[in-house]
């Protein structure tokens, strides 16, 4: 749906316009069917249909959503002029990223300031734009479906938060998080429970068990960096792909932080080289096959503040 929406809106980004998941499925006959937005709800509904093994109701439920034709909801955004043509652009999207956690279902409840280790809460939407020339990321757009959940009717709403990152361009919809520098305070870092050990226990001598979180979606824990919950986000493996990383890190950037490749900045031999390891979106790794051409290799860190990201990377050298 955001391939073709975004297609019929911008006709020269149609051959650019990316994402984890296909369009081809195979229903329960072992037919194989390409889904695409038809011309109307019900052509749409039919298709569906056949991959939901003939499911009507909930293939028409999906084809409503899908031809609604939904109100601009950011009236902030309409003011804003970015200096980029379509044609320069490319599009990374991850229609659901912390699949698993959405699959599960569960509800956490958890106090407000605090992230989620687990659950719904995990489960975002992300649409991140590069620039094709460079692979910066421009712009980000990430999704909450299950942002709060009403105690009077149980009904879930979402948030969205965006940010542009382009040039003297700065903006994001959240507010850069107060800097946590009050005396005595330590830095946080959120990480994946499956982070190899000596990373774990570099960065609990570093920041203090207390100040060392776990928490699933890679999407989710960059969020949690952007959002202040934590001051930065460490990955050693190269577990997370182009779609997961390019909305939040154009976020980043808007707030004056960013995401390095990990290996590649614990090679650089001084402070200044450190930033100039960003993650970029353009070009995928040759020597790879299917998804793994478009992976993260070398891990990555998530960071705000740069002195941050050097302390970080002083406390990993020559551990990995
Ligand atoms: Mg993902």
């Known amino acids: 749906m955001i391939r073709h929406d975004v297609g019929a809106q911008f006709p020269e980004m149609a051959d650019f316009i990316h994402g984890e998941e296909s369009n081809k499925f195979e229903n329960g006959l072992g037919e194989s069917v390409i889904v695409t937005v038809c011309g109307t709800e019900e052509e749409t509904a039919a298709l569906l249909a056949t991959v939901l093994d003939g499911d009507r109701t909930a293939a028409s439920l999906l084809a409503r959503a899908i031809h609604q034709n939904p109100a601009t909801t950011d009236a902030s955004t309409d003011a804003l002029t970015v200096p980029l ?50 692979g910066e990321p421009v712009m980000g757009v990430i999704n909450q479906p299950f942002n709060y959940k009403e105690p009077s009717n149980g ?32 830095l946080s ?5 499956s982070e190899k050990q000596v990373v774990k226990e570099s960065l609990t ?6 100040k060392l979180m776990y928490a699933s979606g890679a999407g ?10 934590a001051d930065v986000y460490v990955l050693s493996e190269g577990s997370t792909y ?7 890190h154009a976020l980043l950037r808007a707030l004056g932080g960013g995401v390095v490749d990990l290996s590649k900045s614990l090679q650089s031999a001084s402070k200044a ?11 995928s790794q ?8 478009w992976a993260n290799q070398g891990g990555l860190v998530a960071y705000r503040d740069c002195s941050q990201l050097h302390s970080i990377l002083t406390a990993l050298k020559g551990k990995l």
Request: with cysteine.
């Open 85 to 134: 043509s379509p044609s320069e652009l490319g599009i990374w999207i991850d229609p659901i990223d912390a699949t698993s956690q959405y699959i599960e279902g569960r509800e956490e409840v958890l106090e407000e300031g605090h992230l989620f280790p687990s659950g719904l809460h995990c489960a975002l939407v992300l649409i991140g734009v590069y620039l094709r020339s460079t």
């Open 155 to 186: 009904r879930w709403s979402g948030k969205h938060f965006w940010g542009v990152s382009c040039g003297d361009i700065n903006i994001c919809s959240l507010s850069r998080p107060k800097c946590g520098s009050e005396k005595g305070r330590g």
């Open 189 to 193: 870092a959120v990480l994946s429970s």
């Open 205 to 210: 001598s570093l920041c203090g068990p207390e």
């Open 220 to 229: 989710y824990k960059i969020l949690c960096v952007i959002q202040g919950l």
């Open 242 to 248: 182009k779609w997961d990383s390019c909305a939040p």
């Open 273 to 283: 080289q450190e930033g100039q390891a960003e993650l970029t979106y353009h070009q």
């Open 286 to 293: 040759t020597e790879c096959k299917g998804a793994d051409r």
